[in-house]
């Protein structure tokens, strides 16, 4: 092994040999185990912070002062003779596909993008690591950072004055990382590209492959690997100027850097929102992604003063959902006064535009009063809602939605057959039965009702409305609560006040089984499609079934 010194001098020699040009290699054996075998762009992120711009595309095609993010690094990796590069895509795949033949590069797709963390990716590549270079698609160096020979591995790092949330580093006396936190202040973080050798690739691909079995390391970054087996795993740190690599975590950030962006974002999402608002885009400010809600995208943001909210729709979400029914509740909801917050959707591509409302609370399933206020505004919504002309045929729903999960061989099973048949023999008595239908919300639970600081409920997120039965929403109401069954019955005589006859109350608690049923079959296609709904899946399920039996008593 060369020393240090050694190595630099041998490197301005090759340097300095190859500019005379000739064959050179054969001269400078040496430097063979310093040289760069390869670079991976990890491109596979969703960059769910950086809305709305990452709507539209990924992070690495972002074009930042005329150049894409992901080719300019290709181009600085290529000039210093690193031809064989990997880019892991995920995240809207196809739109870097094109990198293959533009460049010669190879592509490689994470399938598992949407619900692991970068271990996936390089557990995808791990049979490439060697001397290489391990990237991030969406970094910007303003020099080239790159080297055909590297000493040793190591971590590249710039400094913050003052705190930061990043992975902060500590060093002993000849730079070798001995401590990696995560937040810290005045301190050396890590930011950008990093390089493995030989040994450490050797050594972190034995750790990463016997640790990936746990979800815990599936769903972590590398660095938290990395950072758990420093005793084991040498890297060094290398210093950089805050002005050498840029990471761009929002549309501010990027603002600051390319003034264009102030203006002309090249994003439909701003211009849906200037042409609603009648604003421009340096008008949108503070954008903030939204976490909440199990099928779309959005982000909170200021323009001149007030606070709205952006809904962009899911993917798949039009398979299911009815966009020009939706708009057309909206508008009764905003007539009739239970839903404040709307200002705009556009019917055919679903997204849409309200108010923001600070200190609102979702319902309290326990607080009596807000749920008396719920239900006085579902009454008002059956009794005084127009006709739309759009339905919700909840039995046809879950029909599509049966049909789709039962030839999908690996979401069967014996008792779905047999619960289908159950709920289909009810579901017959019940339309048998005579019943109304008006405007209904179809999906009211507790998140879409909105308690406001002055104890106002507002019932916002009208997706899945449309004329229905009207025990769809009391049905909704239930099967997403933990209520028992004697809270439920009490519920259900405040809900239908004078009417609390057997047939309302055998016509009610049916419907309980026939929402537990859709949103059931509902929660296996979102998690076929790799959603994870949680315990509500589990929660409809045993609904139906205890609810079932309830019915069929009152039937007999």
């Not at 995560?182 to 016997?210: P, T």
């Not at 039965?469 to 099967?479: H, N, Q």
């Amino acid at each position: 092994m060369l020393s240090r010194g050694k190595f630099e001098k041998r490197v301005k020699e090759y340097q300095a040999a190859k500019a005379r040009g000739g064959v050179i290699d054969d001269n400078f054996l040496d430097l063979e185990p310093y040289r760069v075998k390869n670079a991976i762009i990890m491109a596979a992120g969703m960059s769910s912070r950086f809305v709305p711009l990452s709507y539209e595309y990924p992070k690495a095609l972002l074009r930042v002062k005329g150049e894409i993010l992901i080719e300019r690094q290709i181009c600085q990796l290529k000039a210093v003779g690193i031809n064989d590069i990997t880019i892991v895509v995920g995240y809207m795949k196809e739109k870097l596909f094109y990198l293959a033949d533009k460049f010669n590069v190879k592509i490689i797709v994470n399938e598992n993008y949407y619900k692991y963390n970068n271990t996936s990716t390089l557990m995808l590549v791990k049979d490439k690591l060697d001397n290489t270079y391990i990237c991030s698609s969406d970094n910007y160096f303003s020099k080239n950072p790159f080297e055909q020979f590297v000493y040793r591995a190591y971590y590249s790092a710039v400094y913050s004055d003052g705190d930061t949330s990043e992975y902060c580093l500590k060093t002993d006396t000849c730079g070798r990382i001995n401590d990696v936190r995560v937040g810290g202040a005045d301190a050396w973080y890590m930011l950008g590209h990093v390089y493995f050798d030989h040994e450490f690739s050797k050594r972190f691909v034995d750790i990463l492959v016997d640790e990936y079995k746990h979800q815990s390391v599936k769903e972590s970054l590398w660095e938290d690997v990395y950072r758990k087996h420093l005793d084991l795993l040498t890297l060094y740190i290398r210093k950089y100027s805050s002005n050498d690599i840029y990471e761009f975590d929002s549309l501010e950030e990027l603002r600051a850097f390319d003034p264009k962006y102030l203006s002309n974002a090249g994003s439909t999402v701003l211009n849906n929102i200037c042409s609603v608002l009648d604003c421009e885009e340096k008008d949108i400010q503070d954008i903030v992604p939204i976490k909440t809600g199990m099928t779309n995208m959005s982000f909170c943001f200021i323009c001149k003063g007030t606070k709205y909210i952006y809904r962009h729709p899911g993917k798949g979400t039009s398979a299911y959902i009815d966009r020009a029914s939706e708009a057309a509740s909206m508008n009764e909801a905003k007539r009739l006064g239970l839903d404040t917050t709307y200002i705009h959707m556009n019917p055919d591509k679903g997204w849409k535009i309200s108010y923001f409302i600070d200190g609102v609370k979702a319902l309290d399933y326990r607080n009596r009063k807000q749920v008396e206020k719920a239900f006085r505004l579902l009454n008002r919504l059956h009794a005084k809602g127009k006709d739309t002309k759009h339905e919700f045929p909840i039995w046809q729903e879950i029909q599509r939605f049966y049909h789709h999960i039962r030839d999908n061989e690996s979401n069967t099973y014996d008792d779905l057959f047999l619960l289908h048949e159950l709920v289909q023999s009810l579901y017959q008595k019940l339309i048998a039965e005579p019943h109304e239908y008006c405007l209904c919300h179809c999906d009211c639970y507790a998140p879409n009702f909105l308690v406001a600081p002055d104890g106002k409920v507002i019932l916002i997120d009208w997706e899945y409305s449309g004329m229905a039965d009207p025990a769809v929403d009391f049905g909704t109401f239930v099967t997403c609560s933990n209520f028992d069954v004697d809270e439920v019955k009490e519920l259900l005589k405040l809900y239908l006040a004078d009417d609390w006859s057997l047939s309302n109350q055998r016509h009610y608690l049916g419907y309980i089984v026939i929402c537990s049923y859709y949103w059931f079959l509902w929660a296996l296609f979102q998690e076929s499609s790799g959603k994870d709904i949680g315990q509500y899946t589990y929660e409809w399920y045993r609904h139906t079934k205890e609810y079932a039996k309830i019915v069929k008593h009152l039937y007999d």
